[in-house]
Nanobody, 123 residues
Framework: QVQLEESGGGLVQAGGSLRLSCSTS????????LSWFRQGPGAERKFLAA????????YYVDSVKGRFTISRNNANDTVYLQMNSLDDEDSADYYC????????????????WGQGTQVTVSS
C-alpha cells in the first residue's frame, strides 16, 4: 500500500521559515519524481517543486526559486521542502505527490498523494 504523509506545517510569521516533510512507504519502483504542490482556498492545486527520486535533479516554479528547496533522503524515503522568506501568499495547504512520469506540472501525472499539511503565514 502506497502512503505519503506530510508534516511540518503550522503558523509562522511573515519572513519566517518552515520545513515540510513527506514520509513515503510502499512506492512502486516505477516512481520517478516526488513533488510538492500547494492549494489555497478556492484555488487550483499548483506545482511548486519536484525532485528526481533516483538522480536528485530538482525543478522549481519561478515563484519559489531561491526561497524554497526540495531535497530527499532515500535512506528513509522522505522528501523535504525547506521554505524561507515566507509571506502571506504562501498560506495554503501543501501536498506531496509521487509520479511515474509525464508532465511534472500536471496533477494528472500524479497517482499518489498525501493528505496535505496546512501552512499559515501571519503578516
Amino acid at each position: 500500500q502506497v502512503q505519503l504523509e506530510e508534516s511540518g506545517g503550522g503558523l509562522v510569521q511573515a519572513g519566517g521559515s518552515l520545513r515540510l516533510s513527506c514520509s513515503t512507504s510502499g512506492l512502486p519502483d516505477s516512481i520517478d519524481v516526488l513533488s510538492w504542490f500547494r492549494q489555497g482556498p478556492g484555488a487550483e492545486r499548483k506545482f511548486l517543486a519536484a525532485i528526481d527520486w533516483i538522480g536528485g535533479r530538482t525543478y522549481y516554479v519561478d515563484s519559489v526559486k531561491g526561497r524554497f528547496t526540495i531535497s530527499r533522503n532515500n535512506a528513509n524515503d522522505t522528501v523535504y521542502l525547506q521554505m524561507n522568506s515566507l509571506d502571506d501568499e504562501d498560506s495554503a495547504d501543501y501536498y506531496c505527490a509521487a509520479s511515474p512520469g509525464g508532465s511534472i506540472l500536471d496533477t494528472e501525472s500524479y497517482p499518489y498523494w498525501g493528505q496535505g499539511t496546512q501552512v499559515t503565514v501571519s503578516s
